[in-house]
């Protein structure tokens, strides 16, 4: 059988994003207000990168397969 379950998390994908920005921020020599400048522009590009899949920053859909035993976030546009 397969369906769709929509969820929305605002929380959780500025939450997410915000950590994978600054994991990956890390290893980046920078001085602080620089960060800040590079962290928010980084958040900017992922959160783009996002649109595809997620719909205003907290909606995605999600589509099971329970014969197939799948499941896979479903693009918003082809």
Do not use: C
Request: net charge negative; glycine share 4%.
């Amino acid at each position: 059988m397969k369906f769709r379950i929509q969820l929305k998390d605002p929380d959780g994908f500025f939450d997410g994003v915000a950590d994978a920005v600054d994991e990956s921020m890390k290893s980046v020599d920078l001085h602080e207000d620089e960060r800040d400048a590079v962290r928010e522009q980084r958040r900017e590009r992922v959160n783009s990168a996002l649109e595809k899949w997620v719909e205003y920053s907290e909606y995605v859909t999600l589509e099971f397969d329970t014969d197939a035993g799948t499941a896979a976030v479903v693009a918003l546009r082809p």
